[in-house]
């Protein structure tokens, strides 16, 4: 029979986001398009958000132990600079809140080998070796469905990239609801969409924009200077025609479809209205203008965070006090876990 008490201690979800960028070094315009944007935009009277620098996913993959704390740091500076406010967001770093790890356990003993096998970010990461990848690179997701289901989070900002991710949280909450019989954990929303979910290469439409390419031409980092930005996008390649006048005309034509994306996102506009802008113009007259947006709205970024980097204690103890603020809601998330799957408390 199920228990009346479970079932009637159940609230409704009230609308709140939880999202993680891990502190692996090196920021791009695809975090900042595809998912720190998206951060900023949601924060509001609707929504409680929950921004978190992931260290304990950071550490999947070896990291060096100083340059691991200044990362931390640096994208905490992102977040800031790019508009989270940490007096309405709460901002903090994964492993100030001990709860994470351990509603991951639990969840190590719901997810099954079979879903955890299926991950391509794993088979990507792995590579040929996957008998030597760490056995926390195989865990990572069951990690990540904790970050977000600890707050009860119900919508999940990300790039394109985590949509498989996502997809395995749900199905965590789907057989964790199951198996205790309760209705304990929402079923995720992942917020996707939005112009610029896929940011890609610079020097392949066909590649997402990533820190780990070995040509640092590829991407426009977050740290790159207005001479910089301008090379880079000079040097974009592209195919050889004018830039269309509608979406249909970018069809088989991923860098020409990238530049176009970029420009609408940093500029706030719909490919149409872009296309209405600009088509018709050949590249070399296109890209000085969309370096000029894109240093527009960089720059004063990449300036905050230097400023706030010069200041390491502000940013610790910000994320010391959201740390407390994201633990009184993690808390008692745990203890009812806990105390649904059967461990004895402690009196
Ligand atoms: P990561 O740096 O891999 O932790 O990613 C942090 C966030 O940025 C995640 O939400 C990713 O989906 C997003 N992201 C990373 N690269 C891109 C890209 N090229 N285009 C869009 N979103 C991205
Ligand atoms: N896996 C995400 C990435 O690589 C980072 C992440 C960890 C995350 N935990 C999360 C994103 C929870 C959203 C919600 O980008």
Known sequence: MIDQDKKSSLKTFEKRVFSGVQPTGGLTLGNYLGAVKRFV??????????????????????????????????????FIAAGIDPNSSILFNQSAVAEHAQLAWVFNCVARMGWMQRMTQFKDKAGKNAQNAALGLFAYPALMAADILLYHATHVPVGDDQKQHLELTRDIAIKFNHDYDIDFFPVTEPVIGGTA?????????????????????????????????FLKFKKARTDAEALPSEIDGLKDRPEAENLVTIYSALSEQSMDKTLQEVGGKQFSEFKPILAECAVEILSPISREMTRLMQNADEIDSILASGAKRAREIASPI??????IVGMLKPK
């Open 41 to 78: 935009e949601m924060q509001s009277k609707e929504y409680k958000t929950i921004y978190c620098v992931v260290d304990q996913h950071a550490i999947t993959a070896w990291q060096n132990p100083t340059e691991l704390k200044q990362n931390t740091r640096q994208i905490a500076a992102f």
């Open 334 to 339: 745990l203890e009812k876990t806990y105390d």
């Open 197 to 229: 979910s896929r940011v890609m290469s610079l020097r392949d439409g066909t590649k997402k924009m990533s820190k780990s390419d070995p040509s640092d031409l590829s991407r426009i980092n977050m740290s790159d200077d207005a001479d910089t930005i």
